[in-house]
């Protein structure tokens, strides 16, 4: 069930369904039926309230909504890795073992990521060691 509401927008009036639970929530929040009429028109784009216009252009001139970046528009530096000398000496003697020898049949070995995956076949099937470091633990 919903009330009909008429109003003048721009010298024409114009009629909306405005939902029972629109009002109850009202009722509930405090505010009086024209209040909970008038929020609802401004919150649905019927009517334009200027307190709300106003704040709405101030704060997108201060910059909200830009996700805590200084100018707006900048985008966030992808992070720099040092190179971890240890772990591709690992995977390097890893991958050089692997190629030598000839268990297995071990065939087509690939240092797909220098630092952390090996990937080589056997027969028909594909496999990939990955290598990785863990953090120290906390204290």
């Known amino acids: 069930m919903s009330v009909k509401y008429t109003f003048e927008v721009d010298g024409a009036s114009k009629t909306v369904n405005i939902p029972d639970e629109v009002l109850v929530q009202g009722r509930k929040e405090g505010l009086n039926t024209q209040e909970t009429i008038e929020r609802y028109l401004s919150d649905e784009g019927y009517i334009v309230d200027p307190t709300v216009e106003a704040l709405t252009t101030k704060a997108k001139s201060n910059g909200v909504n830009t996700a805590g970046r200084a100018e707006g528009n900048k985008k966030r530096k992808a992070p720099t890795r040092k190179p971890d000398y240890t ?4 995977v390097e003697t890893l991958a050089e073992f692997l190629g030598e020898t000839d268990v297995a049949d071990i065939q087509n070995v690939q240092v797909t990521n220098i ?10 099937d594909n496999y990939e060691l990955t290598l990785s470091k863990k953090r120290k ?3």
Not at 87 to 90: E, F
Not at 115 to 122: G, H, K, L, P
């Open 87 to 90: 772990k591709r000496a690992i």
């Open 115 to 124: 630092e952390r995956v090996i990937a080589f076949s056997i027969g028909d």
């Open 137 to 139: 633990p906390k204290v």
